[in-house]
């Protein structure tokens, strides 16, 4: 008869609740997904204007990069396994909100709550593998895994998204997170073990409150400065949200137990890993958010087929994100980051060859090395982030990750999505179009399909053709930007993390040097 040792059943205790933390990553990243397939379908039924459109995309990212900090603070001092499975209990409640919304506004509210619950979902997740894994390698594996799992979640997502598009009406696609939600609920309640720090202190409203404002009214004022031109409200905005964190910041350093710990940012690894996932997910947002747009409205393929056709960016993160912290213990993690975000960089470049009639192969082959490259390089920074704390501040320190992630994102959209907005509304509608289906051609390319349907055929296809062009060569122009940012960043990155190893990894891929071990991070296309 075969008996476990108590040895075996904490290992077999540890890869369980990693399981669970997986439908925590599952839940949010199919969410993520499903919106740019789902937008089409937005625009046709609630007809958004361009400027709705885009807070129904960023809005969530506004309100969970302002709370990000505060909930992983949260998760600190009341235990990560409390805030995880409530903020289930809160994102699945939420979806059925969002996909009964009946007007663009609460549909964007909707948005913004889903939001506030996802703020307790991802810090709480890596900040309880850290407490899980104690040991370097176990911990480098099941990050890899964590990750591979977002980016499963980001293939699968589109994909029964599709389906669910070409079968129901899009506020179906919200509704795939409750059964998804349900178990997580379920079977953590069973498997997550609890995990906190012992002292924590006290969580401060008012530091909260400093955090969330300030950073909406920052990302607020870039995205209305970006959409609209700079004028008084804008720069009032943003004077008013960086003062509100600058006194975030001032608050932070006197307070005994702080809601962030502002001196690991001093740490120069730690800073530049921030920064590096920051502007790496700005690059590449633009990209993601009018991907679905650009495959079903430009190129005419159904959701389904849509979703398939961005299956490589995540079988290419799947991969990398698995071995991330192997290649980073054989070489550096400057060589790592700095070349995953030099390959995204010229993919996205390539992204300006890309056109209606473009075959998929390109297309795939840009996803493909997106996903690698993205892969790679958020593995590691991630790990940076995670190695750079003690494990009672876990949850602040996968905030400040999460947090970087999220802002690049709405930065993005805000920035590169303003691009292709302004760009695409310079299209001249042929003559003979009503001014008044002419306006909302101009909004946006889903309202330009749409109000094609109230035309003769001819002048439709004329429309629709002229609007698409216009849509494509915005497109070009952001991808562009994002290139350059991209590799901008990896030179950046290739200074900044100059010495910086994982542990038991190899610093600077010096021959000299005895190779030493890392951990990996989620790779987040």
């Known amino acids: 008869m075969t008996t476990t040792t108590p040895l075996a059943e904490r290992r077999l205790g540890r890869w369980l609740a990693l399981a669970v933390l997986v439908l925590a990553v599952l839940l949010v990243a199919v969410d993520a997904t499903v919106l740019g397939l789902a937008t089409p379908f937005i625009s046709e039924d609630l007809h958004p204007s361009g400027t709705q459109l885009l807070w129904i995309g960023d809005v969530y990212s506004f309100v969970i990069a302002g709370l990000l900090v505060s909930m992983g603070s ?18 699945g409640g939420v979806s059925v ?3 009964y919304a009946h007007t663009p506004g609460v549909l964007i509210v909707a948005r913004a709550l889903l939001g506030v619950a996802g703020a307790t979902l991802m810090p709480s997740t890596l900040a309880l593998i850290r407490n899980i894994f104690h040991d370097p390698r176990e911990r480098s594996f099941a990050i890899g895994v964590w990750g591979a799992a977002s980016s499963a979640g980001m293939a699968v997502g589109p994909i029964v998204g599709g389906f669910l598009l070409e079968h129901f009406w899009w506020g179906s696609v919200f509704l795939i997170n409750l059964p998804v939600m349900a178990i997580l609920v379920v079977v953590g309640l069973k498997l997550l073990p609890e995990s906190k720090n012992p002292a924590p202190g006290p969580w401060d409203l008012p530091s909260v409150a400093l955090s969330l404002v300030g950073m909406i009214g920052v990302v607020y004022a870039v995205k209305e400065a970006a959409a609209h031109g700079f004028h008084a409200e804008a720069a009032v905005t ?14 932070q350093q006197t307070l005994r137990a702080p809601l962030l710990d502002m001196r690991l940012f001093r740490n120069r690894g730690f800073s530049a890993a921030v920064l590096a996932d920051l502007l790496t997910i700005l690059g590449l947002s633009g990209l993601v958010f009018f991907l679905s747009q650009f495959l079903q409205l ?49 993919a996205l470049g390539a992204v300006a060859f890309v056109g209606q009639h473009t075959g998929y192969p390109l297309l795939g082959a840009v996803l493909l090395v997106v996903g690698v490259g993205a892969g790679f390089s958020f593995t590691v920074t991630a790990d940076v982030i995670l190695s750079a704390v003690p494990k009672e501040q876990a949850g602040a320190a996968s905030a400040v990750s999460e947090t970087a992630y999220e802002l690049g994102a709405a930065l993005g959209i805000a920035l590169l999505g303003s691009i292709v907005t302004g760009v695409y509304r310079d299209f001249s509608a042929p003559p003979g179009v009503p001014a008044p289906l002419a306006d909302a051609a101009h909004q946006s390319l889903g309202g330009a399909v749409e109000a094609a349907k109230d035309l003769p055929a001819p002048l439709a296809r004329t429309m629709v053709s002229a609007a698409q062009d216009s849509f494509v060569q915005g497109l070009h122009y952001a991808a562009v930007a994002g290139a350059v940012v991209l590799l901008a960043t990896a030179v950046a990155a290739w200074f900044l993390l100059k010495g910086q190893r994982l542990e038991g990894g190899a610093r600077e891929a010096d021959p000299k040097k005895v190779p030493a071990g890392g951990r990996g991070a989620p790779p987040r296309p």
């Not at 998760?75 to 209990?89: E, P, Q």
């Not at 056709?309 to 400057?334: K, T, W, Y």
């Open 238 to 251: 943003g004077v008013l949200g960086i003062a509100l964190l600058v006194w975030f910041v001032r608050r």
């Open 74 to 91: 949260l998760g600190d001092r009341i235990g990560r396994k409390k805030l995880l499975l409530l903020g289930a209990v809160a994102f």
């Open 298 to 346: 430009v190129q005419d393929r159904p959701p389904f087929e849509a979703g398939l056709a961005e299956l490589p960016s995540a079988v290419g993160a799947v991969a990398a994100g698995l071995v991330a912290g192997v290649v980073a213990r054989r070489f550096s993690v400057r060589a790592v980051v700095s070349g995953g975000l030099a390959a995204i960089g010229v």
């Open 97 to 99: 909100l969002t996909a």
